[in-house]
């Protein structure tokens, strides 16, 4: 199965912001940095930021 987009401007899966999240990013901006995603729109900021406060609580 293909994994679902987050990011559809920059093709970032929710699966590569939950990897660099276990990596030690903590910051929606870290994760921008690492995954480039939001770099386009920024209408998928909010998910952003919903995904890392998820992981963050799981990791
Ligand atoms: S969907 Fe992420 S910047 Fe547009």
Same mark, same amino acid.
């Given at each position: 199965?293909?994994?679902?987009?987050?990011?559809?401007?920059?093709?970032?899966?929710?699966? +590569?912001?939950?990897?660099?999240?276990?990596? /030690?990013? @903590?910051?929606?901006?870290?994760? *921008?940095? +690492?995954t480039e995603?939001?770099?386009?729109? /920024?209408? @998928?900021?909010?998910?952003?930021e *919903?995904?890392?406060?998820?992981?963050?609580?799981?990791?």
């Amino acid at each position: 199965m293909r994994p679902k987009m987050v990011c559809i401007c920059c093709h970032v899966s929710r699966e +590569k912001i939950e990897e660099v999240i276990y990596e /030690g990013a @903590c910051s929606f901006e870290e994760i *921008q940095q +690492k995954t480039e995603c939001s770099m386009g729109c /920024g209408t @998928c900021r909010e998910q952003v930021e *919903q995904i890392m406060e998820e992981t963050l609580k799981k990791k």
